[in-house]
């Protein structure tokens, strides 16, 4: 859904908890903000119909699954065009190592955040799966040393551009 939703400022903290975690009780959700239960669940579903929540998910971490070499992979196409990007995305979506991509802006078109098992498997996927593909000009590949997440995303304050 597209364009801003308008979210009172109990909207906000159950976003703010929910984010911190997902899986705290409707119980305990309302008497964090302090309303009923049955009022919370409401402003959840309308949160959810409006698309302000997308959906939830685990997060788990990549080392333990046994792909610990991390990495970001910049990719330039070329050409540049729906035909071509469609299917390339779908091909870089279907491969289990890729965790995100982006559609950029500037010299790279694509970003793409893949965990892999080991250099040579890294390896593997920027050659097999990657610059084998004929509309594949570039690819820049970044190590990650270290990932950070960031806190819970809301609403900039007002007057804070």
Not at 57 to 62: G, P
Not at 110 to 133: K, M
């Amino acid at each position: 859904m597209s364009g801003s939703v308008e979210l009172s400022t109990v909207d906000l903290e159950i976003l703010r908890i929910l984010q911190n975690d997902s899986r705290v009780t409707n119980k305990e959700l309302a008497a964090a903000v302090g309303i009923a239960p049955s009022t919370c669940l409401d402003r959840v579903n309308r949160l959810r119909a409006t698309g302000v929540i997308t959906g939830q998910r685990a997060t788990v971490d990549a080392a333990k699954l046994g792909r610990p070499l991390e990495a970001f992979l910049f990719v330039q196409v070329r050409p540049h065009r729906r035909p071509l990007v469609d299917p390339f995305i779908e091909h870089l979506l279907a491969q289990p190592e890729v965790r995100a991509v982006y559609h950029l802006t500037g010299p790279d078109d694509f970003l793409a955040h893949v965990a892999t098992t080991s250099a040579g498997d890294l390896q593997r996927l920027v050659l097999d799966e990657l610059t084998a593909r004929d509309e594949v000009a570039r690819v820049h590949t970044n190590l990650v040393f270290q990932h950070w997440a960031g806190g819970p995303l809301l609403p900039p304050t007002a007057g804070a551009e």
